[in-house]
């Protein structure tokens, strides 16, 4: 099962954990009960899709003040 969450220029990290948090949760629900019904259907990922996030480092966190405006929102947004 999927679900959207819709992120905007003014989503924190903070704001995605709890969406993300609540929807899981939703998620697993349906997941287990789809299970127990048998009606879950396999779906193959598609290797073409696939990304990695490489682990984020506390030192990513520190603000370069050189760096442009619209940069630095997103990095406060995402690493604070």
């Known amino acids: 099962l999927q679900r959207a969450i819709p992120i905007t220029d003014e989503t924190t990290t903070e704001d995605l954990q709890q969406k993300l948090s609540v929807v899981g949760a939703e998620l697993l629900i349906e ?25 984020i480092k506390k030192e990513q966190g520190r603000l370069d003040w050189r760096k442009n405006g619209d940069v630095l929102l997103r990095e406060l947004r995402a690493f604070h």
Not at 34 to 53: C, D, F, P, S, W
């Open 31 to 55: 997941t287990l009960e789809g299970i127990l019904a048998r009606t879950i259907i396999e779906k193959e990922q598609n290797e073409a899709e696939v990304t990695y996030a490489k682990k």
